[in-house]
């Protein structure tokens, strides 16, 4: 495989790049994905920290996500009685080495030597990571040993991390090395799509390439299904062309968008729907049966406007236009009957 590296950009040597990086030298998130889990991520970051020290008041609860809230119980329960940190500024891990910028914990529990790092959404590998945090820690505290508390909020786990100085020292230098080796080759993996080398790396190309190779008429299927090895490498070739077919439809759609013309394929545009928003609900006075908590409406979120409509209907209450909003149209592309040949 040849290797075209200098169209490939670099991410810093950061703690939240290592476990990605562990698995491909050459990763480089992009940071246009995945806005709308950062945003939910940015969300949770403030109530933790505004909230952990003293815990949820049973208002608070109700309002409050039910992954966060364990969250909450659970660090509480970790620091046993002790003083929490959870403000930016107590929660800055300065790096006496390896790293330029500072590192970020979401809580610190100094008299447990332990930190505490928030997820949402799915499990992932963050050893690295907390290897780099407990390595800051214990030079910020002057301690041997540190454990890493990730707590995944949606799923409800703790996964916890314990390192003695000298293991983390090893494997954070161990990381640097890899990082500075320049015979590096990317390695396909779990992150390409998070990946702002993905058109130009010849890993992933390399993979759509031979799942796309076919040699007979047609690609013989039943053999794939029949070998388990033939079905993984099939599998790893098709999550790439996956990834590939996303970004041509949206280029596609930018070309017929402009004007111009793509053999084969046709741009359909679909209307947008009505929608009222959970606070304008709960400002409508829905709220007064025991069935229309405001925190079960804000839970589920805003609701479609015909489903508005009978609820007014059912609670004798005037709907109200000013709060049926419409949501933004989308377009999206269809083969036209005559096949692009
Ligand atoms: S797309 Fe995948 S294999 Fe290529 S550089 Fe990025 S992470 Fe590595």
Redesign the pocket.
């Known amino acids: 495989m040849t290797t075209n590296q200098s169209k490939?950009r670099r991410t810093r040597f950061r703690p939240s790049s290592l476990d990605?990086l562990a698995?491909?030298?050459?990763?480089?998130g992009d940071e246009n994905r995945g806005q709308s889990f950062k945003e939910r991520g940015d969300g949770f970051d403030i109530t933790f920290r505004e909230w952990v020290p003293r815990g949820l008041t049973d208002e608070a609860r109700k309002f409050c996500d039910t992954g966060l809230a364990w969250a909450i119980d659970q660090t509480r329960e970790l620091a046993e009685g002790s003083t929490i940190y959870s403000d930016k500024e107590n929660c800055t891990i300065g790096f006496a080495n390896f790293f330029q910028q500072p590192g970020e914990a979401d809580a610190i529990i100094p008299a447990r030597l332990c930190h505490i790092d928030l997820k949402s959404g799915q499990e992932y590998d963050y050893r690295l990571q907390q290897t780099a945090y407990a390595l800051g820690l214990m030079e910020n505290y002057f301690a041997d040993s540190w454990t890493a508390f990730v707590l995944y909020c949606d799923l409800q786990r703790v996964v916890s991390y314990r390192f003695t100085y000298k293991q983390a020292l090893a494997i954070i230098e161990g990381e640097r090395k890899n990082y500075d080796d320049p015979g590096r080759a990317?390695?396909?993996?779990e992150?390409?799509?998070?990946?702002?080398?993905?058109p130009v790396?010849?890993?992933?190309r390399h993979l759509a390439g031979q799942a796309l190779m076919v040699r007979e008429p047609a690609i013989d299927f039943e053999a794939i299904l029949a070998d388990a090895n033939k079905l993984g490498t099939f599998l790893e070739g098709c999550k790439a062309i996956e990834e590939y077919h996303k970004r041509a439809k949206e280029s596609a759609i930018k070309i017929l968008l402009h004007g111009g013309h793509v053999p084969g394929w046709k741009m359909i545009s679909r209307k947008g729907s009505d929608y009222v928003e959970a606070d304008s609900l709960i400002e409508l006075g829905l709220t007064d049966s025991r069935i229309c908590y405001p925190a079960i409406i804000k839970k589920f979120g805003n609701m479609g406007g015909e489903k508005y409509r009978e609820l007014c209907a059912l609670f004798g209450v005037e709907p109200k236009a000013e709060h049926i909003k419409q949501s933004g149209g989308s377009v999206y592309l269809k083969q036209t009957k005559q096949a692009n040949k």
């Open positions: 490939m990605k698995l491909c030298g050459l990763f480089c990317p390695q396909a993996n992150y390409c799509d998070w990946c702002v080398n993905f790396c010849p890993a992933t």
